[in-house]
């Protein structure tokens, strides 16, 4: 059981062809008759002639099924079924999500503080077993967590942080993407994630600069819009969700609502095939065994070569 539910397929959109393959098998099986069409080109009275004098040889229906089931291997064997390697867990550096939270003072005064701390934990359950780092914000960024695979060490980092967490007043969201950034190519990563979590205030041009550089990387950049929900001090900034909208434009990525996140934790929770499978790489993480079954398949192709005697 625990060895089917590390299967992955790496090539998922192969398995539109089994179908096709199955109805054009039993299209085939209902119009074929033992000699094909020549039973119709021929005059019947020859017909029976030609078989009387054994002159004609009938047909066999076995060869479109053994024809369809050599197909519907190989389609198989192309959609790429294929298990974790044992020694993968060199290579989770390929993989990681790094969560980047806004702590500026219209954050942590808007009345969503806690949902905020709430969605980053979330987002790092659903990276699984990747690596997950934690980035935080305001005039001045920092690395709240490096990249780490314990949730739980990631939990406690995350609930503990408030408003007083950056010292620094004002918002800067692309110095903490600089961070995300350079965490990521420190680590080397091939597909990586980063979740911007903020209300849109502080993008500008060095913002978007940092979300093309991102994505030119071969990574994307999503975000969580958080709105204001508390009356905010005279003078605060608004909720931006149009800058934010933009920002994830340029980083290839999209923007989802704080309580509507679904979208994001689907991507951040696609199994590593499919995050690696866009570079290529899903051969350092996983064992293709499409090869076997195209052997496999070998076997019912052999029908189609038989003579009769």
Partial sequence: MSALLSLAILRPWW??????ILVLA????????????????????????????????GGRRQANLAAA???GIIALALTGPAIERPDAATFRNLDATVVVIDLSRSVAEGGHLKEVRQI?????QAAGTRSVAVVVYAGDAYLAAPPTTDRDALSL??????????PDRGTHPERGLAIARRTLEEAGVIAGDVVLVTDGDGIGDAALR??????????????????????????????????????TGAGNGVTVDLDRPAALLDIVGASTAQHLAAGGY????????????????????????????
């Fill in 26 to 57: 039993l299209r085939a099986a209902w119009r074929s008759a033992p000699l094909g069409d020549w039973a119709k080109a021929v005059d019947p009275g020859l017909m029976a002639f030609l078989e009387t004098r054994g002159a004609v040889l």
């Fill in 157 to 166: 980092v995350l609930f503990a942080l408030d408003g007083d967490t950056v």
């Fill in 69 to 71: 089931i050599a197909a």
């Fill in 210 to 247: 940092e979300a093309t550089a991102i994505r030119t990387k071969g990574w994307h950049l999503h975000a969580v819009f958080v709105p204001a929900t508390k009356a905010l001090p005279d003078g605060s900034p608004k909720p931006d969700r149009t800058a934010l909208d933009r920002v």
């Fill in 15 to 20: 398995l539109l062809a089994i179908p096709v």
């Fill in 120 to 124: 980053a934990d979330s987002v790092a």
């Fill in 282 to 309: 899903t051969v350092l993480a996983f064992a293709d065994l499409g090869r076997w079954l195209i052997l496999l398949a070998l076997f019912p192709a052999l029908v189609l070569f038989r003579r009769s005697a």
